[in-house]
C-alpha cells in the first residue's frame, strides 16, 4: 500500500491490520512504501523492514515509531521480529518510547493522556516520512478528500501489469480443472479479483491494458454483476476514479465469500505452489473468506445467496438473537350490546370468543417466548381513543373472511387517474377509511374512502363556545364548513416519496427528495413537523405498529429511527452501501428492516441500533419488505422480479417466488398470514400460498453446521392468483380487517 495522508486515517488503517485474523499466507508484499505504516503481523512483517542498523536517522525514527505503536497495541511479536529484522538493541525502544512521549505531551499529564498524544505524535512522524519516500505520486491533502486518498493509495501497483491477464488466465484454467463439487464454489473469487485486477490497472495509469483486461474476461463473470460492470467498464483513467462511490465501496468493504475448508485449502495450495503472490495478495486484502466445515456448496445454492454488492452476508452476522415473537396485548373487554342487536340468538357468544383466537394469534393471554420483554422499549400508553379503536378491530375481526387457497380475497383497485402530476407513493389507514397518495409535485393529497368527509377542528374562538362536557364533544369541534373527500397538504419542496399513516390515524408521515420527513396533523390538516437529519433525498418512512416511533431511509445510506416529540433521530441505523429504499417496522415495534440499492436487506434491534441480521439474495434493488403478522418471517421483493421469503430466527432465506415480469413494489401479508399478495410494475397482483410456503420447511436443514437450505423451485404450485389491471402499475396493497385486498397504482394510458 502507498502511503496514507493524515494521522487518524492512519490509525484506522493500523487498527483494521490489528484484528484481521493472521492469514498464513505465502510470499512477500512488494509494495512501494518507504517504511512498515501498512504491514500486516501476519505475512508482511519480515519482508518490509530489512533495513541494516545504521540507517538513517529518518529512517531509524520511522521505525522507531512502528514499534512503538505495534508495542502499544500488544502485538508483541511482530515488535521483536522487527527489531531483529533491524538489529536495534532491546533497551532502544523504551528510551526512544520515553523521549517521545517527553515531547508529546506535558510532564503532568496522565498516562492515559501521555499514550494518545505518543501514539498520534509517532504517527504524524510516520506518515511525514514515508510519504516523503512513496514513489506513488500524491495530491495535496486540500486537493481532495482524505479517505477518497486513502483508499486509491492502496491500488499501488504489485507485478508487471502485463501478466495480470497471465495469473489471471492461469486461475482460470486451475478452477476449470478441479472437480465439480469444488468449481462453483471456487468460481465466486473471480468477480470480486476482476474487478480488483482491474482497478488496480486503472489506478497505475495502464489504459490500454485495463481496457484489454476488462474486454478479455467481462464474459466469465455472472449476469448478476452486469449493473456493477456496466458502472466499472466507465472508469478508465485514474482521475475518474477520485469520488466514485462504487470504487469506495468495492475498497472499503472485504467482499464476503462463503468457501469449504476443502475449496478453501485447493485454491490456497495451488496458489502458493505457483507463487502467484499477485492474486493471494489481493485474495488477502480485498477479500473475507468464511470458510466452514462440511460438504461444498451447489451452484444453485450459491446463485440463491449471491449478487449483493459485497458479496454474501458472514455467518455471524446473523447469529444473534432475535426477539421476533409478539407483544401481549392488553385485555380489553368486548362490550355485548352490539353483539345482541346485530344476533338475537345465541351466536353472539361464540362471535364474541373468535376474534381473541383469530386476531393474528397476538391475543393470547400466554407470552410468547420468542416475544421481547414489554418493557424493553418504552411504548406509548394506550389512550381511551386507542382501547375503542382496538375493541372495533375485535369486532371487524368476527366478521374477518378466513382466507385460503379455496377462498381467494376480493381485490378492489383504487386507481388514480389523471395523475398528471405524478403518483410517486400510496397509503391507507388501519380501518381503510382513509388514502393517501404522494405525489412528484411535492403534494400530498388525503381523500376519504368512506362516505364520511374530511373535516378540520374549529379555530381556537370557535372551540371555546362548545360545552366541554357535552356526549357529542368530537362531532362538535369538527367544522362542517370545511368538509369535502380531499385535503391537499402543501410543505415539500420537492417530489414526495413515502407516505405512512399513524395507527390512530391522526397523523400523516411523508418523506421528499427535498431531505425532510413531515408531521402532518389529519385533525387540522397542516404540517406539525418537519424532521431534518437526512442531507439527501429520504425514499421512504414507516410509522411504528404501537404509534410514536418512525423509520426513515434515504440516498446518505442510512436509516433513522425517530419519536414524534423529538426533532432529532434516536438511532441512526449505518451500515448499508448504497441508498436505503425501503423501511418496515417488525410487529413487535423492537425491530426495523431496511432494504437498500446494494441488495441486502438489514435487520436492527431498535434497542441499540445494532444490525442483528444481514439477508442477500437479491440481484437488483429492494423496493418492498412486508413482515409476516406473527413476526416469524418476511418477506422481500425487489427489481429482479422475486420475492423472497426470510426466517428471521434462524436468519435463513426459505422461499422464492418467480412469476412477476418487473419490479415488485408492494407486499402485504392477509391479516391471518395465510396469504402473501405482492403487486409489480408488471400491472398485476399476484396470491401467493404463504401457510404452504412456511409449513413445507424442514426444520433439520436448519440445524446444519453450514446453514444452507437448498430451495425447492415450488413458485407455481404457491401462486394461487394472478390479476391483471389494464395498464397500471401496482404501488400498494392493503388488506382490510375483513380481509379484502385493496390495491392502488397511477392509470398509465
Not at 525514527?61 to 538489529?87: H, M, P, Y
Not at 373468535?354 to 397476538?362: Q, R, Y
Not at 446494494?598 to 437479491?618: A, K, M, P, Q
Not at 403487486?679 to 412456511?694: C, E, H, I, P, Q
Request: a negative charge.
Amino acid at each position: 500500500m502507498a502511503a496514507v495522508q493524515g494521522g487518524p486515517v492512519d490509525a484506522v488503517e493500523e487498527k483494521d491490520i490489528k484484528t484481521e485474523p493472521s492469514n498464513d499466507g505465502s510470499g512477500s508484499n512488494s509494495t512501494n512504501d518507504g517504511g512498515a505504516a501498512s504491514t500486516s503481523p501476519g505475512y508482511g512483517a519480515p519482508a518490509a523492514c530489512t533495513k541494516p542498523a545504521a540507517a538513517a536517522p529518518e529512517d531509524q525514527q520511522t521505525l522507531l515509531a512502528v514499534l512503538q505503536f505495534l508495542k502499544k497495541n500488544k502485538l508483541i511479536e511482530s515488535v521483536d521480529i522487527l527489531r531483529r529484522e533491524a538489529g536495534l538493541p532491546e533497551d532502544s525502544l523504551d528510551l526512544k518510547g520515553g523521549d517521545s512521549s517527553g515531547a508529546g505531551s506535558g510532564a503532568g499529564a496522565p498516562a492515559a493522556a501521555s499514550d494518545a498524544a505518543d501514539a498520534s505524535s509517532l504517527l504524524s512522524r510516520v506518515t511525514a516520512s514515508s510519504a516523503a519516500v512513496a514513489q506513488a505520486p500524491t495530491k495535496a491533502a486540500g486537493e481532495d478528500q482524505p479517505d477518497v486518498n486513502v483508499v486509491l493509495s492502496a491500488y499501488s501497483q504489485q507485478g508487471d501489469p502485463k501478466l495480470y491477464p497471465v495469473y489471471y488466465n492461469g486461475l482460470k484454467r486451475f478452477i476449470e480443472s478441479v472437480l465439480d463439487c469444488h468449481r462453483a464454489e471456487l468460481s465466486q473469487v473471480f468477480y470480486p479479483l476482476f474487478v480488483h485486477m482491474y482497478l488496480e490497472l486503472v489506478y497505475n495509469n495502464y489504459e490500454s491494458e485495463a481496457r484489454a483486461f476488462f474486454e478479455k474476461f467481462r464474459g466469465d463473470q455472472e449476469c448478476y454483476y452486469e449493473d456493477d460492470l456496466r458502472v466499472l467498464s466507465s472508469l478508465s483513467k485514474r482521475e475518474h476514479m477520485r469520488g466514485n462511490e462504487t470504487l469506495l465501496d468495492f475498497r472499503t468493504s472485504k467482499f464476503v465469500l462463503r468457501i469449504s475448508r476443502d475449496s478453501y485449502q485447493l485454491l490456497k495450495r495451488h496458489l502458493q505452489e505457483r507463487q502467484n503472490n499477485q492474486i493471494w495478495n489481493i485474495i488477502q486484502e480485498h477479500l473475507y473468506i468464511d470458510i466452514f466445515d462440511g460438504m461444498p456448496r451447489s451452484k444453485s445454492q450459491i446463485d440463491a445467496m449471491s449478487g449483493s454488492l459485497a458479496g454474501e452476508a458472514k455467518r455471524e452476522a446473523n447469529k444473534a438473537k432475535v426477539y421476533y415473537g409478539l407483544l401481549k396485548e392488553p385485555e380489553i373487554e368486548l362490550p355485548l350490546d352490539d353483539e345482541d342487536e346485530e344476533a338475537e340468538n345465541e351466536e353472539g357468544k361464540p362471535k364474541k370468543k373468535k376474534p381473541k383466537k383469530d386476531s393474528v394469534g397476538s391475543k393470547s393471554k400466554k407470552q410468547d417466548p420468542n416475544a421481547p420483554q414489554p418493557t424493553r422499549i418504552p411504548l406509548p400508553e394506550l389512550k381511551d381513543s386507542d382501547k375503542l379503536d382496538k375493541i372495533m378491530y375485535m369486532k371487524e375481526a368476527t366478521k374477518r373472511i378466513r382466507l385460503g387457497p379455496e377462498n381467494l380475497p376480493s381485490i378492489c383497485f383504487y386507481s388514480f387517474l389523471n395523475a398528471y402530476q405524478g403518483l410517486t407513493a400510496v397509503d391507507f389507514t388501519d380501518d381503510s377509511s382513509l388514502i393517501a397518495g404522494g405525489f412528484a409535485d411535492s403534494t400530498v393529497r388525503v381523500w376519504s374512502v368512506t362516505p364520511k368527509k374530511l373535516r378540520k377542528v374549529k379555530s381556537a374562538a370557535d372551540l371555546n363556545l362548545i360545552d366541554k362536557e357535552s356526549d357529542d364533544v368530537l362531532e362538535r369541534i369538527m367544522d362542517e364548513k370545511t368538509a369535502s373527500e380531499l385535503k391537499i397538504l402543501y410543505g415539500h419542496s420537492g417530489p414526495v416519496y413515502g407516505i405512512s399513516f399513524s395507527p390512530d390515524r391522526n397523523y400523516l408521515l411523508s418523506s421528499s427528495e427535498d431531505g425532510t420527513v413531515r408531521l402532518w396533523s389529519l385533525q387540522t390538516f397542516t404540517c406539525l413537523v418537519g424532521y431534518k437529519g437526512h442531507n439527501y433525498p429520504v425514499w421512504d418512512t414507516h410509522f411504528s405498529p404501537h404509534g410514536y416511533y418512525f423509520v426513515s431511509g434515504g440516498h446518505d445510506r442510512v436509516a433513522r429511527l425517530w419519536a414524534t416529540d423529538h426533532y432529532q433521530p434516536l438511532r441512526i441505523f449505518s451500515g448499508h452501501l448504497a441508498d436505503v429504499t425501503c423501511t418496515r417496522f417488525h410487529p413487535n415495534s423492537n425491530y426495523v428492516a431496511t432494504g437498500s440499492s446494494d441488495r441486502t436487506i438489514r435487520l436492527w434491534d431498535v434497542l441499540n441500533g445494532s444490525c442483528v441480521r444481514i439477508f442477500t439474495g437479491h440481484k437488483g434493488p429492494i423496493h418492498a419488505l412486508a413482515f409476516s403478522p406473527n413476526g416469524k418471517f418476511l418477506a422481500s421483493g425487489a427489481t429482479d422480479s422475486r420475492v423472497l421469503l426470510w426466517d428471521i430466527g434462524h436468519g435463513l432465506m426459505i422461499g422464492e417466488l418467480k412469476g412477476h415480469t418487473d419490479s415488485i413494489y408492494s407486499l402485504r401479508f392477509s391479516r391471518d398470514g395465510e396469504i402473501l399478495a405482492s403487486g409489480s410494475m408488471d400491472n398485476t397482483v399476484r396470491l401467493w400460498n404463504a401457510t404452504k410456503a412456511f409449513d413445507d420447511l424442514e426444520t433439520d436443514d436448519f440445524t446444519a453446521a453450514t446453514g444452507h437450505v437448498h430451495l425447492q423451485d415450488n413458485s407455481q404450485e404457491l401462486l394461487l392468483g394472478t390479476y391483471m389491471s389494464k395498464s397500471t402499475p401496482v404501488i400498494n396493497l392493503h388488506f382490510t380487517r375483513r380481509n379484502l385486498l385493496l390495491a392502488a397504482g397511477s392509470y398509465n394510458p
